[in-house]
């Protein structure tokens, strides 16, 4: 049945091409004879208007024979259009529809001049020159000349050709406009074309029909046999059908096993490859056999390079160690098939790294492997080492803040007796030694002040300062503790005041200088230190940023100089070449913030074998006041003063040292004894001179219970080290100064003159 449908659709396919070749044929034809129809029109239109135009002329010629210039020419008109009535009157028209038509514009209108052939009245009515009827007309007499197919007066669609006919006078004027159209209806011209397409689907229908009966009588024996052979051929691809889909569904499942393997494959490589640490695979003999994109980035070599590369190559021991590491390695694998441990490996580069490393065996059917999954720790380690050293510096930080209290105590009473002795004793020469005894006693609280910047927590306080008696002072300590080996050399030039603290000026030096040595500790060397003001052109403006008036700090050694791959690695805190126990790594950390905080500059160059050189470059201060040391004569009171101190020898010389100014001073060891004292007799003293760190009861808890009894009684504290004596905590209690251990005699009999007197005092004011 399927045969005979799809012949039958051939068949019907060839017919209806048949069918549009006939059609499409015919209409070609049709639009030939409307061409060739339109060309006659026109040429017999266009002859039409000729014989019009030559009649008109003809009569004009005969007026002017009889009547000369003097004429009319609608005379000639009217004998042109007598002839063309008669003539038309005997013409019946071409074909069953053809026929000419004449007007002539009169305004807007067109005056029909002729009987219509399919016109019932004598003479048609006019019509206006824009009507969409006559429109082959309207354009004739718009002096248009061509074919059109439109409407005729009757409404009809024609084919039309339309010319116009010119009359001219004397002087080439146009006087009136005449119009001649030759028309046939559209319908006569596709009437044949019409029958014929009318036929020939007829013909077609019946050939079809005719073709159809006899096709299904030939064909049904055939399809037939057809049917029988296709049911058998149907079945055996349904057999053969059902066995390649169960062949495709078995390849289908094998396929997606083997996707499952090749995407969980894929995921491994993929996991391989993106995890942090580097794994290597390696045989027996140690050759590499693959490695993942971690430990290519670790070592710096590309895949290529470490294929087949000895794993042993990589660490950073010579041959014998690496073959007692494989030793420990292989001896923990024949007890537990793992090892683990630290390994020190080498890069490409050469530069060097500590590796936290897991090895374990792989066993294959073939093959024995190592696997190797390794991470570098020196990151970790050197944290692991500044933490250590981090712990190392708060220890040493606690132990000064705990020994400072006891030791300013003991340079107190040291520097308080000197001083009791410099103004008892007259002799100049005992007074010399004594100017050393102090001198000495002063410098030793400035060690201990510098021991404390790692342990205080803060701020070092900045004033307005000439530093070249700081710098002069400093080297001296330096050309004491720098070997002969080592020339020094300084210039040292008076400059402008800078705001900074004269403790962290002199750190600066001692620790450029230390560094230079150390630079120069096996071979010796010069070293060259100079002060100097610079004024910034330009020049410096651009290269350094600086402008302005600024002292300019150089010092400059000629040491071993510093390798270019750890010149930026110079300032980073705990960073040091020196041996481990030799050097902290914080000595040009610290230079470096004190710089910064100065709003300076500090600047290095180096050049391996040929010295160091760091320029150190600090604003200075414009019309600001110079601090200096304002000399305070003791005078003396008659102020009734309580003193509480716990070491003994510190009160005694308190004690000695009042009196001797006339104060009356009550003095106490005991700070529960002192505060019963108060207690019994607030109003017995004047003002209160204690100690902050005191067993029993520390200064600011007797301050506070003093408070509580009496308001206004001005107290002032004095302190070795203590984190709890904040400028907040201070006003919180009502301490009117805070003194540093030791006290200068002058400036506390100072103090306590403008307390009692009332002269206001900054309550928040510490002396460093």
Sequence with gaps: MNYRKRFLSLFLLMVSSVLITVCSTVYLLYNVTLNQQKQRLQESAQSRARIVEALVDYHIGELRTKSGDL?????????????LLTAHQRF??????GEFTLARLDEDQMIFLMRHRHSNVAWPKPLPLQSPLAEPMSLALSGVSGTIIGQDYRGETVVAAHEPVLFFSSDARDIERWGIVAKIDLAEIREPFQRAVYISVVCALVLICGSVFIFVKISDPILKVLSERNENLEKLVEVRTHEMQQANEELHREIQQRQRVAEELQLQSRVLESVAEGVSVSDTAGNIVFTNAAFQNMFRYDRHELIGRN??????????????????????????????????????????FTSLTHMSNLNTADHTYWISVQMDISERKALENRLAQS??????????????????????VVKGYTELLQVEIGDKKYQRYLGNIHKSTLRAIDLVEQILIYSRADKQEVHPTLIAPIVKEAMKLVRRTIPATVKIDDQIEDCPAILCNATQIHQIIVNLCTNAYHAMMDTGGN??????????????????????????????????????????KIFDPYFTTKEVGKGTGLGLSVVQGIVETYNGVINVDTELGHGTRFDIYL????????????????????????????????LTLYNISLKKLSYRVTAFTDSWNAMEAFSRDPHGFDIIFTDQ????????????????????IPIIMASGYSEMTTPERLKDV????????????AELTHTIQQLVEGEPINVSEVDS
């Design 527 to 568: 070293l060259q230190v100079s002060l100097m003001d610079m004024q910034m052109d330009s020049e410096h403006a651009g290269q350094l940023g600086l402008q302005g008036t600024y002292v300019h700090l150089c010092v400059e050694d000629s040491g071993t100089g510093i390798p270019r791959n750890i010149l930026d």
């Design 92 to 97: 019946r028209g071409f074909g069953e529809t």
């Design 619 to 650: 604003p200075t201060v414009e019309s600001a006041p110079i601090e200096e040391n304002e000399v305070l004569n003791p005078r003396e009171g008659s102020a009734r003063i309580l003193v509480i101190d716990d070491e003994e020898e510190l």
């Design 734 to 745: 009502g301490i009117g100064r805070l003194f540093s251990k030791p006290v200068n005699i």
């Design 693 to 712: 760190n005191m067993p029993k009861l520390s200064g600011l808890q007797l301050c506070a219970r003093v408070r509580e009894i009496r308001k206004d």
């Design 391 to 412: 712990q190392k510096m708060e220890a040493i930080g606690t132990l000064a803040g705990g020994i400072a209290h006891d030791f300013n105590n003991v340079l107190a």
């Design 71 to 83: 004429f009319d020419i609608q005379e000639s008109l009217s004998l042109t259009l007598q002839q």
């Design 311 to 352: 794993i042993t190559s990589l660490m950073a021991f010579s041959t014998e160690e690496n073959e007692e590491i494989l030793k420990g390695i292989m001896s923990s694998f024949l007890v537990s098939g793992k090892w683990k441990g630290e390994l020190e490996q080498r890069r490409k580069d050469g530069t060097e």
